[in-house]
């Protein structure tokens, strides 16, 4: 398909009407912290296998969404070495032995510049594709994702990535409320909690797409072939 072509995907709760030009790829937190086993995740007790099967299919989708030369963005959950951008309640929250800032198994934890904070290399971004710092949960608060996705026309995005109840659905919820129609692959997000996955994706398409659209990465594939 060239870009300014347009096709349907099949969704829940009704098909999605594919405009490529116009769609970015927009990936959330697959950062090492998160997925790798050794990680922060894994420290607080969590199961990466969870998160872990999602790298594939997004390794795939993002093969061919870069060979048909579609908009990339990735992000990044984290905060500056100083600390000055992080909220003492968010610091606090979890009453955890080791928190942000404090020297964990891949650096400080979700600290810019740390091993851990980065993305996984399976995924890692290709030069020209943006990456965005959020110190927060979704990827509109304080960054500048909103004026790169309008000053490159973008209004659709399909949004993948970590944690699906977390900042997926956290960034898909402030995207629905800037204009943007979100499409989110089922099978590239992933939660450490089954249940969560469940209900974050149907949470996403109740009510016929209050908040957008789910699909699946296969769906996405063939819209692109
Ligand atoms: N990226 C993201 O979702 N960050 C989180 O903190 N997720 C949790 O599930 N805690």
Redesign the pocket.
Known sequence: MTNGSRSTIDAEPYPYEFRPAECALLI??MQRD?LESGGFGEMLGNDVGQLRRTIEPNRRLLEVWRKAGLAVIHTR?GHRPDLADLPPAKKSRGRSKTSIGDPGPMGRILIRGEAGHDIIPELYPAPGEPVIDKPG?GAFFATDLHAILQNRGIRQLVVTG??T????NTTVREANDRGYDCLVPEDCVG??FPEFQEMGLKMIKAQGGIFGWVSHSDRILAALA
Do not use: A, G, M, R
């Open positions: 959330i937190d998160f959950e949960k970590i944690t109840e977390v900042c997926v939660s450490y």
